[in-house]
């Protein structure tokens, strides 16, 4: 079973509609949880960090976390041609110093 | 905020030859650096856990005399890919993370290094 695992997609949506993109993860005890966007050749950058149950906003960008689920979240509202990217969630397993990453989700932002 | 520097950010080596890559943490410590490994269209695979002042940790399948990792000082991993062949060719990056309370906080990348092994 894979520590994290994501929707590998291709996921379409038109510009100005909300993109949601999906993540679970194997390990109740994990602490911290991270979203991640990479461009094609280039490395990842953190969008959102959350690390309690609920929801958590910036600007156009809400992660949502559910721990009983073992479920996280990101929307992106107003989704615009520069979203277009792969989302990798990450999570802290209890225990861990490192990261696991999902496999991504490649988002596409119709114009 | 947060800046992990690596370079170079592209190189490529003749088959057999060592390729060493850097990877600074800018303005902040880092007692731990990760090195990852990308092969197209795939995630981040953790290649080894660097730890400043000690040896490095490995995991599993990632051979440790291939790949050289030093982490001499609080601010710089260096990570030697030694007799490189063309299946080592990938996307090598680095990350650190600044310690906070717990040793939640995020982790932040270098831009990457591109290895293309002929």
């Known amino acids: 079973q894979k520590e994290v695992e994501q929707n590998s997609g291709p996921l379409s949506v038109p510009e100005g509609a909300i993109a949601s993109l999906n993540c679970t993860y194997s390990?109740?005890?994990?602490?911290?949880f991270f979203w991640y966007r990479q461009y094609s050749g280039k490395s990842p950058e953190l969008i959102m960090s959350?690390?309690?149950?609920g929801d958590k906003e910036d600007g156009r960008f809400t992660a949502q976390l559910n721990k009983a689920s073992q479920y996280v979240s990101l929307l992106i509202r107003d989704s615009q041609p520069s979203d277009s990217a792969t989302y990798l969630c990450?999570?802290?397993?209890?225990?861990?110093?490192?990261?696991?990453f999902g496999t991504g989700t490649r988002l596409t932002v119709i114009p | 905020g947060a800046v992990v520097s690596q370079h170079p950010s592209w190189v490529i080596c003749k088959s057999g030859t060592s390729v060493k890559i850097e990877c600074r943490s800018l303005?902040?410590?880092?007692?731990?650096m990760f090195w990852y490994r990308q092969f197209p269209k795939q995630s981040l695979m953790l290649m080894a856990t660097?730890?400043?002042?000690?040896?490095?940790?490995?995991e599993q399948g990632v051979e440790k005399d291939k790949f050289l990792i030093n982490h001499a000082s609080l601010t710089l991993s260096t990570l030697t890919v030694t007799s490189a062949h063309p299946e080592d060719s990938s996307f090598y990056i680095c990350?650190?993370?600044?310690?906070?309370?717990?040793?939640?906080?995020?982790?932040?990348f270098g831009n990457g290094t591109r290895l293309t092994v002929t």
């Open positions: 959350i690390y309690s149950n």
């Open positions: 390990d109740r005890g994990s602490q911290s």
């Open positions: 990450a999570v802290k397993a209890s225990g861990a110093n490192n990261l696991f």
């Open positions: 990350s650190a993370r600044r310690l906070r309370q717990g040793g939640n906080s995020p982790l932040h």
């Open positions: 303005d902040f410590q880092a007692t731990t």
């Open positions: 660097s730890n400043e002042g000690s040896k490095a940790t490995y």
